[in-house]
């Protein structure tokens, strides 16, 4: 018996991920940001997106186990890469920079206890070039940092999956699909600082490197759809540092947020009861019920949100992501 099974990421750049001077050549065109992926994608959508310009690099990994008298007796991979290109330009005059992808990394199967584990590294720089500083010798750099996600994928003899994000670069958003197309996932934190200044394929898994990644929960279906018509507000964006409060337990409030990066914990009476990350929308208890915020919300990471007043958005959507909040009761 054969059993198959997948997980996939997509990378994209949305508004707001790049700060200060560096955002000017995404302003005056030369670049652009990505709108923000389907919550469901299956293999074709990938050269779909490719062909729209809406992602910057896909990692497929799709793999197989065959099944005999309840033993694995082989194991393989199936999946692949998808590298975007960049187009942009000024005025009426567009230069589109295919993307330079790397040999996909497969490691080799490894069985045990009934159970065979797959990892594939997928990786791209943009064609453009990048002047940019480095924290080594030469500090200038002309190409681009490397963009990679490397994804773990679990296949029991028994039709369990188990899927995870080994590592990922701190630059641009990264969304993972289960093996049904479903949005599972998101990058919590993206760094261009750390990006560009860090991040060449010396530092990458084709130079032997590999970097964690925080990664944070989707959000309800409801918020996802509120996210756009927040924007579409013009919020005012807020920053915080790792520690700072967002919300705090008690205190009155009647501003309503969209985490736009970084990672938060909820806290019920000093209890952590929920961690949330992008997309997520906070503080609607506050408005609706004209009271106090219900708990203290605290950034485990820089952080970025965007604020919008009490009235910027519908009572019965706000109820709606209410009711699959109600976090102080969980």
Not at 268 to 289: H, K, N, Q, S, Y
């Amino acid at each position: 018996m054969r059993i198959e099974s997948s997980v996939t990421s997509v990378s994209w750049i949305p508004s707001e991920a790049i700060t200060g001077v560096n955002r000017l050549p995404m302003d005056l065109g030369i670049g652009h940001y990505d709108p923000a992926p389907p919550d469901h994608v299956s293999d074709g959508m990938l050269d779909e997106l490719k062909k729209a310009d809406r992602l910057r690099a896909a990692n497929r990994l799709a793999a197989w186990i065959q099944v005999e008298d309840g033993q694995i007796v082989d194991a393989g991979y199936s999946g692949r890469a998808v590298v975007g290109s960049t187009t942009g330009g000024i005025g009426p005059a567009k230069v589109t920079f295919p993307g330079i992808g790397f040999p996909v990394l497969q490691k080799n199967p490894v069985i045990e206890h009934g159970v065979a584990r797959f990892v594939q590294s997928v990786g791209a720089r943009t064609g453009a070039p990048l002047p940019r500083r480095i924290d080594r010798p030469p500090y200038i750099r002309i190409t681009g940092p490397t963009t990679w996600v490397t994804l773990g994928l679990e296949i029991g003899a028994d039709g369990t999956v188990r899927h995870e994000v080994v590592g990922a670069s701190p630059f641009p958003r990264h969304w993972i699909y289960d093996s049904s197309g479903s949005l599972v996932e998101k990058s919590g934190v993206v760094d261009w600082s750390e990006w560009t200044r860090v991040h060449d394929h010396d530092r990458s898994p084709w130079g032997g490197v590999e970097r964690a990644a925080v990664m944070a929960d989707v959000e309800t279906e409801m918020e996802r759809a509120l996210s756009g018509e927040l924007m579409g507000q013009k919020p005012k964006i807020r920053k915080l540092g790792e520690g700072d409060h967002l919300t705090t337990q008690g205190e009155p409030g009647n501003e309503v947020y969209l985490v736009l990066d970084g990672m938060f914990d909820v806290e019920v009476d000093g209890e952590v009861v929920a961690e949330i990350g992008p997309g997520a929308i906070v503080g609607e208890r506050a408005v609706l019920e004209g009271g106090a915020r219900t708990s203290t919300v605290r950034a485990t990471t820089t952080a970025k949100v965007a604020a919008v007043g009490p009235d910027a958005l519908d009572t019965r959507d706000l109820a709606e992501v209410a009711s699959g909040h109600r976090r102080e009761k969980s």
